[in-house]
């Protein structure tokens, strides 16, 4: 490459500007070998190739990975791809290693060279290290998650009664079950019952498990992993945690249901926690005007634009006018223990899943919440 050439006005070369810039520039022939690096491709390689060497061909790096780790050849690189295929490779992710070991992430753009005939005689690659980029993009994750996790630990607090009542029928029947098997066996009678008893307390012991193991999944703390979600499996199992506090507080629960939905990736745990916190809040509210014709509707559907949607809509009091434009807002809430983090919480949840939160403050009665998640 002849980088010789004087630009008009300022009496620089091509030479110049491309020794200057903050981003790594290399060149290669046709047949991969590089014939031009700038100082700053040098420094994000960690060293300086030769020059139409066969032992460098493509790419100065000591190694090279992709963002998910997998180790990659020189002759498959982004540079090496836009010289075979003829075509730009723009805005690809690569990893490199340094001799020291030392790694860096760069963002690649490789385009073939062409002559004025429109033949091609090589190929140029732009590297721009987002090695800061990417750590603080994983500390922001990892803060969200942090967030998440103490949110549903907040709202497993705020749920204890609803467990422990959940909890007590099937211990009470254990306890009864036992009672019964000892009495019969006092008193002689016939031990044949004796079996049915001792089946009926396994079932009720299992069913005990199942309650926590449920609640224990819900608060662990894990990395988010993202998955086909089943929406109508998790509204189902979102409804099971709450069913025996909505019968209780005298609120009829109605699911209404789409068939065929696509299923967003997303993490399963943390949509179950939004799910949860808007169940929560509108049993919350609809307690703060007791009545016997509460009722709490989840609905599931396919927006216009392909999204799967959710919405939870109740028959409290609704969303006061002086909590409307803060209603997201981090500790803004209206209990008198609460933290303030859940809608908070839940919408960065939505929003990291490329999705959407949002509520119709407008309603004359009652409250709505809807999330929306993007389908692949």
């Not at 020794?19 to 590089?34: K, M, R, S, W």
């Not at 609905?299 to 109740?314: L, R």
């Not at 223990?337 to 009652?366: C, P, V, Y």
Request: hydrophobic residues 40%; glycine residues 8%.
């Amino acid at each position: 490459m002849d980088v010789s050439k004087v630009i008009p006005g300022n009496g620089l070369s091509v030479d110049d500007l491309l020794e200057n810039l903050p981003v790594g520039i290399y060149t290669c022939d046709t047949e991969g070998l590089i014939t031009y690096f700038n100082p700053r491709a040098r420094d994000l390689w960690g060293r300086a190739p030769k020059l139409r060497d066969p032992e460098d061909r493509f790419c100065g790096s000591f190694k090279l990975y992709l963002p998910d780790g997998k180790a990659i050849l020189h002759q498959e690189c982004w540079m090496a791809l836009a010289l075979r295929d003829a075509s730009p490779y723009h805005g690809r992710e690569i990893i490199i290693e340094r001799p020291d070991g030392n790694r860096v992430t760069a963002l690649a753009h490789a385009s073939p060279l062409r002559n004025h005939q429109g033949e091609v005689v090589g190929a140029i690659n732009a590297l721009m290290d987002i090695t800061d980029h990417k750590v603080a993009q994983q500390a922001q994750t990892e803060m969200r998650a942090t967030l998440a996790h103490i949110g549903r630990l907040s709202l497993a607090g705020e749920m204890a009664t609803g467990v422990a009542h959940e909890l007590n029928q099937p211990l009470t029947a254990i306890i009864n079950y036992s009672e019964a098997c000892i009495n019969l066996l006092r008193s002689g009678g016939d031990t044949r019952y004796v079996i049915d008893l001792l089946t009926h307390m396994v079932d009720q012991g299992r069913w005990a498990g199942e309650i926590i193991q449920r609640l224990r999944g819900f608060t662990r703390k894990a990395p988010v992993q993202r998955q086909p979600v089943d929406i109508n499996a998790l509204v189902r199992d979102s409804i099971d945690f709450i069913a025996g506090e909505a019968q209780r507080a005298r609120v009829t629960l109605r699911v209404e249901t789409a068939d065929g939905l696509q299923m967003p990736e997303a993490d399963p745990v943390q949509l179950q926690q939004v799910l949860l916190n808007l169940l929560r809040n509108s049993l919350d509210a609809m307690g703060e005007c007791p009545s016997d014709s509460h009722e709490l509707l989840v609905q599931t559907s396919m927006a216009d634009n392909g999204a799967v949607q959710v919405s939870v809509t109740d028959t409290g009091p609704g969303v006061s006018e002086h909590l409307r434009d803060r209603l997201f807002h981090p500790f803004i809430t209206t209990k008198p223990q609460g933290m303030g983090l859940g809608l908070s919480i839940s919408k960065s949840i939505i929003n990291a899943q490329g999705g959407e939160l949002s509520a119709d403050t407008q309603r004359r009665h009652g409250a709505s919440f809807r999330f929306a998640l993007p389908c692949p």
